[in-house]
């Protein structure tokens, strides 16, 4: 799971974790935001942050590694993926929190 893949934060310049299509007099926008500077709402949608616990992070990322487990179907590349988020899960114990520049 990647945090943010494009863009910088239109207000700080931060990395941005919430981007948003906009149809403004005919004509697309993207806006990219940071956890700081996303609407509320949106915020709270965001199941990771400063806002979230380590242990709120943790659950996730678990919820998100059974769901990978069902839906991959190839064992080499579920394996990868499962390392991946191993490690974010590592990360986090060790006082990284997602969302952090790296
Ligand atoms: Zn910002």
Known sequence: MKAGATGTCDVCGKPGIVHLTELRDGTKTTR??????????MREKIPFGP??????EIA?????MEILDQRITDPAQRKE????IENLIADIEAGRRLGDPE
């Open 51 to 56: 806002h979230r616990s380590a242990a709120e």
């Open 60 to 64: 996730f990322l678990r919820e998100k």
């Open 81 to 84: 993926f499962k390392a991946d």
């Open 32 to 41: 990219s935001l940071c956890l700081e500077h996303a609407p509320p709402d």
